[in-house]
C-alpha cells in the first residue's frame, strides 16, 4: 500500500539554523500539505500546495517558513532562522482532490535548542 | 474561540463497550474528517464524511449538518482501540483543515 513517506524523524538544531523537512507524498496525489504539532496541543494546518504553488497557508505560515517542490517527488518544508518556539511535530500529507481523504507521514520531530 | 470541540476531551471504558465520541463545529464546512492517533505520534485517517453515515467495521461516524454536530461511534471496543480520536473539518471558505483537540480514549481489558 502506498503511504507517504518523511526525514528525518528526528532534528534537533539550533536556534537559529535553517532546516529542511522532507516529505516524498504518494505518488498520484495531487495536493499537499504540512501540519505542525507542538507537544501536548493539538494540530495545526500550516499549508497547503497544489500545482506547484501554495494555494492556503495560516497564520503560521510566515516569513520563515517555505515550500518547494523541487523535484517530482519531494517535498520540502524549509524553516529560515530557528526559534525554540518552532520545536513541534510536523506532519506532511497528500491527498488526491482538494476534499479527500488525507494521507499521513510518520512525522519529523523538530527540537529546537 | 475553538471552531472545533469535541467530547470528552478523556474517556476510559472496558472492553466491549460502546463508545461514542463527539463534535461540534461552528464554521461552514465542505467535509469533517475523523482521524486516529496513536501513542508514537502517527496519525491515520478514518472518514471523511459531508453527509450522512458511514461505517468501516466496528467504526461507525454520522453527521448532522443543520447542527453542525457528527459523532464517531466504536462498537465492541478493544483495549487496540486505545488511542487519540480526532475531528478535523475542511472549511468551506478556504480549505484548511482544523483540528480539534481530540479525545484520548482508553479501553481497559
Known amino acids: 500500500e502506498p503511504e507517504v513517506t518523511q526525514t528525518p524523524s528526528h532534528q534537533v538544531t539550533q536556534m537559529g539554523q535553517e532546516v529542511i523537512l522532507r516529505c516524498v507524498p504518494i505518488?498520484?496525489?495531487?495536493?499537499f500539505y504540512w501540519y505542525r504539532q507542538i507537544l501536548g496541543q493539538k494540530v495545526e494546518f500550516l499549508v497547503s500546495?497544489?500545482?506547484?504553488?501554495?494555494?492556503?497557508k495560516s497564520e503560521i505560515f510566515d516569513d520563515q517558513f517555505s515550500v518547494e517542490r523541487p523535484d517530482g517527488s519531494n517535498f520540502t518544508l524549509k524553516i529560515r532562522s530557528t526559534k525554540l518556539e518552532d520545536s513541534a511535530m510536523y506532519f506532511c500529507?497528500?491527498?488526491?482532490?482538494?476534499?479527500?481523504?488525507?494521507?499521513f507521514g510518520p512525522g519529523t520531530r523538530l527540537t529546537v535548542t | 474561540k475553538n471552531e472545533v470541540e469535541q467530547s470528552p476531551q478523556n474517556l476510559t471504558a472496558q472492553e466491549g463497550e460502546f463508545i461514542t465520541i463527539n463534535c461540534s463545529y461552528s464554521?461552514?464546512?465542505?467535509?469533517l474528517h475523523w482521524l486516529q492517533q496513536h501513542p508514537g505520534g502517527g496519525i491515520v485517517s478514518l472518514f471523511m464524511?459531508?453527509?450522512?453515515?458511514k461505517k468501516h467495521g466496528r467504526l461507525i461516524a454520522t453527521i448532522n449538518i443543520q447542527e453542525k454536530h457528527s459523532s464517531l461511534h466504536i462498537t465492541a471496543s478493544h483495549p487496540r482501540d486505545s488511542a487519540v480520536y480526532i475531528c478535523?473539518?475542511?472549511?468551506?471558505?478556504?480549505?484548511?483543515?482544523?483540528w480539534g483537540a481530540g479525545t484520548k480514549l482508553i479501553i481497559k481489558p
Open positions: 505518488s498520484n496525489h495531487l495536493y
Open positions: 464554521v461552514g464546512i465542505s467535509a
Open positions: 464524511l459531508s453527509s450522512g453515515k
Open positions: 500529507a497528500s491527498s488526491r482532490d482538494r476534499v479527500d481523504e488525507q494521507y
Open positions: 478535523a473539518v475542511v472549511m468551506d471558505s478556504n480549505y484548511q483543515l482544523i
Open positions: 500546495f497544489y500545482n506547484n504553488e501554495i494555494s492556503e
